[in-house]
């Protein structure tokens, strides 16, 4: 839960610095937008977002459907 918080942090961070800047809000973050530690946090949570995809599809065998 915190991971995808912190996801959307970042994605709605993003959104209102393009509408105060006058463009569109968008789900395009730019890495060189990013501070290293930012680059750090989304890294770690993607590797959690990545574990417990990998869970699922254990857990649920979700790989034999289809």
Do not use: K, N
């Not at 937008?33 to 930012?38: K, Y």
Request: with cysteine; aromatic share 8%; charged share 20%.
């Amino acid at each position: 839960a915190a991971a995808f918080a912190y996801l959307q942090q970042v994605r709605l961070g993003h959104q209102v610095s393009r509408v105060t800047t006058g463009g569109a809000p968008d789900d395009v973050v730019a890495v060189a937008e990013l501070t290293m530690l930012q680059r750090r946090w989304i890294r770690d949570a993607l590797h959690l977002v990545h574990t417990c995809q990998e869970s699922v599809r254990f857990a649920y065998r979700v790989d034999l459907i289809a």
